[in-house]
């Protein structure tokens, strides 16, 4: 690996966005490609930092600064990553449910999965089932990630997918729910494609669904 990759690479696993910002700066002003930042940097740290959350080395605080790092790393070069075609490995539309307006937990899934190379499609909060719909129609996502922290507002997951079963699009898309509450039992219960109990488990939730 480059210097300045290794550099940058080590930034995120220390949450230092300052640092990982310079590192992917001065690799893109060496001439490295974006796709290799992408690839040899950014994502590889990002999986190591799902790692050691999972190894109980890491905590949600940890994960949620390295993520912050990786997303500035990643600004700086997303232009270039579109105009030079690379592709998403995968489209992930993600919401809270109506209802809720919590979206900490969300927000760190968003960042872990584009951190591991899938594009976001960031719903926000309070998001209706008509509005998933919409977004299905519009961007063709490949996974709809719904989250819910309350048990009042969980209810509003198993609308969504009933809609989409209306709609007639069920089929066209993959649904993971998350969220306190939320266990793998409900998950089942209202016909979700999977459940994840935190970020890190997401991501290779998603992954999985992709193969």
Do not use: W
């Not at 690479?9 to 700066?25: F, H, N, R, S």
């Not at 048990?151 to 609308?159: D, F, N, S, V």
Request: glycine share 10%; proline share 4%; charged share 20%.
């Amino acid at each position: 690996m480059d210097d300045i990759l290794k550099t940058t690479y080590k930034a995120i696993l220390e949450g230092d966005m300052g640092g990982c910002q310079a590192g992917v700066q001065t690799a893109v002003n060496q001439g490295i490609a974006s796709s290799e930042i992408l690839n040899i940097a950014l994502i590889p740290a990002m999986g190591e930092v799902g790692r050691l959350f999972q190894e109980g080395e890491y905590f949600i605080p940890e994960m949620l600064i390295a993520a912050r790092a990786m997303k500035a790393g990643l600004e700086i070069i997303r232009p270039m990553l579109v105009n030079s075609g690379v592709e998403p490995i995968g489209i992930v539309a993600i919401g809270t449910v109506k209802g809720d307006m919590h979206d900490i937990g969300k927000n760190l899934v968003a960042m872990m999965l584009e951190g591991a190379g899938f594009k976001i499609i960031d719903l926000g909060t309070d998001v209706s089932p008509d509005k998933v719909i919409e977004t299905i129609k519009a961007y063709q996502p490949n996974i709809i990630g719904l989250s819910a922290l309350l048990t009042t507002t969980m209810p509003q997951m198993k609308a969504t997918i009933d809609a989409l079963h209306t709609a007639g699009i069920r089929d066209q898309v993959k649904v993971i729910i998350g969220g306190a509450p939320v266990t793998e039992e409900y998950a089942h219960q209202i016909g979700a494609d999977g459940f994840a109990a935190d970020a890190s488990q997401a991501v290779n939730l998603a992954k999985s669904l992709l193969k």
